[in-house]
């Protein structure tokens, strides 16, 4: 586990805005809890809390990664429409300690899917 430092930075705050992530006019989240978090130069991301996720429109896929800084991520796709988006969302399910806070959420890939802030 690397701890983020002065040369990778990674933070993590509550955005204020809602956000909204769709695929085509299906609304897969909608949320007013959507943490950002901002590491290194990397774009900053907007992770969803599950329970503002329509989870039945998500499927598990067989898909880790490992992030030295966050831990393992798991994948799903989203089902929606009659398509499917391989490997659309990413999850930390048991982050390193230093990123708990990411837990619980998922975050998209928006070339796959529409993130919007509103309000």
């Not at 509550?14 to 809890?33: E, L």
Request: glycine share 6%; hydrophobic share 35%.
């Amino acid at each position: 586990m690397k701890l983020p430092g002065p040369d990778h930075p990674i933070t993590i705050t509550q955005n204020p805005r809602r956000v909204r992530v769709t695929a085509g006019d299906i609304v897969i989240a909608d949320t007013t809890k959507a943490l950002t978090l901002k590491e290194a130069k990397y774009p900053a991301v907007q992770y969803v809390p599950r329970e503002d996720t329509n989870m039945a429109l998500l499927e598990r896929t067989d898909r880790v990664t490992h992030c030295p800084y966050k831990g393992d991520a798991s994948y799903y796709s989203v089902k929606a429409d009659g398509k499917t988006l391989d490997n659309a969302i990413w999850t930390y399910e048991t982050p390193f300690p230093a990123m708990a806070e990411i837990s619980g959420h998922l975050a998209f890939y928006p070339d796959k899917v529409k993130i919007e802030e509103v309000g």
